[in-house]
């Protein structure tokens, strides 16, 4: 049951402040969204000083989108000139200027403004937000719009604070450091990794990879769209929908290989092996390459230049645990020491305290934390009972394995403007998800996981120390959008 308030001509509605907690993809999707609903009493605060989340974080060479681009778009605003199938982050950067440009979302953000608390007022109905620099904001509604991918993960290794030489995070890169003739050691094999060593490699001296466990890699069916396409996109919009409808439907499908077992996931194995075979022929390197874990257990990684670039002669693959960092070299178990100018720290991201280092407190003195003890959950991955007025976007599990991001984040700001819609009632204070609710959607959630790669036997960033899954949807994210398609209020207490 959908409460639709504001579109309603006699009802009296109240206008709701709203605060944006980020400026990425999300948040900037959130703010279109509802100023193309003609709501402006909203605030962004952004921690960086520019739009784009991860996309403005992630500009280490080669970092691109291994989601075909015309699907890397928000359905509201699709971009009919992608130069490429899958598109690099400078051209996903700029669509994100281009949405921030054309719905006039810049007077709205507060940038360089870091948030450390939300906290819910129960006599107000407000929440009251802190930042780092101590200012204060106060709002009915809190959109998180942080995602999943926002700080950096270090490894804790003995000396590595001891290291001379220049050393930084794939997700921080620094372009002042020239890498030509370098010794330069990589740690980490994941998407990142693999989008950037291609591209440095031949710059090098020497490039050694510490792969703790290798991954399952297949084809990127990437190309640019040629003029003739771009045109025919360009005169002909329809094309483009029917072109995202091909994508979407095609990477749909692709779920079906991250159940067990199944058919599917055994095709893709078998895609990753042959990629294996084709580049690398060296045996020992190929037995150090071929994952003992089922395909999509990780992230499966989609490139055409990864297997080639570490077969080259000057880069080396070592699989003997890191012992220790000294001033110029890194020391692995097996006694080695490899001379190290530069080190990459390709580690991935903290993916475990959705909001961290936020505080988030809720009815009661609730803090977020101290609920998401044992591993964070949200009902339908946005909201949290005992947290009023309080959504998230790209929460608890709800990254996919399979299809686009933007597709779930659509799903999710379409349902948080029916609580923006509720909460225009006058009469209406807060909507607090039902505990009962909640529990029922996780239980339900649990359930089908079990099906899936994920809950299998390897270690993700999808899932916590305890095994639970908490980061991915578990299903077709069709099944998402039916759930999504709006807000059920008998699922949420109305008080007022
Ligand atoms: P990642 O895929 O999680 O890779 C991290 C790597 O660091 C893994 O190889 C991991 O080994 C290794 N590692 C982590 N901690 C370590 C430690 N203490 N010692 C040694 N090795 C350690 O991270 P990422 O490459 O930054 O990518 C993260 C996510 O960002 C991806 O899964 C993807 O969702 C997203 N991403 C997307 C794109 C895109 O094209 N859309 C591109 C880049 C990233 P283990 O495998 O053994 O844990």
Redesign the pocket.
């Given at each position: 049951m959908t409460l639709a308030i504001s579109r309603g001509p006699k009802v009296e509605t109240k206008t709701v402040e709203i605060a944006i907690l980020g400026a990425g993809m999300g948040g900037l999707g959130m703010a279109a969204k509802l100023r193309r609903a003609g709501i402006d009493s909203f605030v962004i605060l952004e921690k960086g000083s520019d739009v784009g989340g991860?996309w403005r974080d992630?500009h280490y060479p080669g970092?691109?989108?291994?989601?075909p681009s015309h699907l890397y778009s928000f359905s509201f605003e699709p971009k009919l000139d992608w130069t490429r199938k899958?598109a690099k982050q400078p051209e996903i950067h700029d669509y994100q200027l281009h949405v921030t440009k054309k719905y006039g979302l810049r007077p709205f953000i507060r940038f360089n403004t870091e948030v450390t608390e939300s906290r819910f007022d129960e006599a107000s109905a407000l929440w009251h937000i802190t930042t780092a620099t101590g200012e204060t904001f106060k709002a009915n509604l809190v959109v998180s719009a942080l995602g999943q991918?926002n700080r950096?993960?270090y490894?804790?290794?003995d000396g590595m604070d001891n290291f001379r030489g220049e050393k930084f995070h794939?997700?921080r890169w620094d372009h002042n450091v020239d890498l030509t003739g370098k010794n330069v050691s990589v740690?980490?094999?994941?998407?990142?990794?693999?989008?950037f060593v291609p591209e440095i490699v031949d710059q090098v001296k020497k490039l050694n990879i510490?792969?703790?466990?290798p991954?399952w890699v297949v084809p990127k069916a990437d190309r640019p769209y040629t003029a003739f396409e771009q045109t025919m996109f360009n005169r002909f919009p329809l094309l483009v929908k029917l072109h995202r409808w091909m994508i979407y439907l095609t990477l749909e499908r692709n779920f079906l290989a991250f159940i067990r077992g199944s058919f599917f996931s055994k095709l893709f194995e078998k895609a990753g092996l042959k990629e294996l075979d084709t580049y690398i022929t060296d045996p020992k390197l190929k037995e150090i390459l071929t994952p003992d874990y089922p395909a999509g257990c990780?992230?499966v990684?989609?490139s055409n230049d990864w297997y080639p670039a570490i077969a080259k002669p000057n880069c080396e693959t070592l699989t003997s645990?890191?012992a220790k960092i000294t001033e110029n070299a890194i020391v692995t178990e097996d006694g080695v020491s490899h001379p190290t100018d530069v080190v990459i720290y390709?580690?991935?991201?903290q993916t475990m305290d959705f909001l961290a280092p936020m505080k988030v407190i809720g009815l009661g003195g609730k803090d977020l934390n101290d609920v998401w003890r044992n591993g964070a959950e949200a009902h339908r991955g946005v909201a949290v009972s005992g947290f009023p007025n309080f959504f998230m976007l790209y929460g608890p599990n709800t990254?996919l394995g399979h299809n686009s991001i933007i597709f779930m984040l659509e799903c999710q700001i379409n349902y948080i403007l029916d609580a923006v819609s509720t909460l225009q009632n006058p009469k209406v204070r807060w909507l607090d998800v039902r505990k009962v609710a909640e529990t029922e959607f996780n239980k339900e959630l649990q359930a089908d996981m079990q099906r899936t790669v994920w809950a299998g036997g390897c270690?993700?960033?999808y899932k916590n120390e305890a095994g639970k899954v908490t980061n991915n949807w578990s299903s077709f994210t069709a099944k998402y959008w039916w759930q999504m398609r709006h807000l059920d209020l008998d699922e949420y207490a109305l008080v007022g």
């Open positions: 991860t992630n970092s691109g989108c291994d989601v899958f991918l950096p993960a490894p804790k290794i794939s997700a740690i980490g094999n994941g998407a990142s990794a693999i989008q510490f792969q703790r466990s991954n990780k992230r990684l989609i645990h890191i390709s580690t991935g991201f990254n270690s993700s960033w």
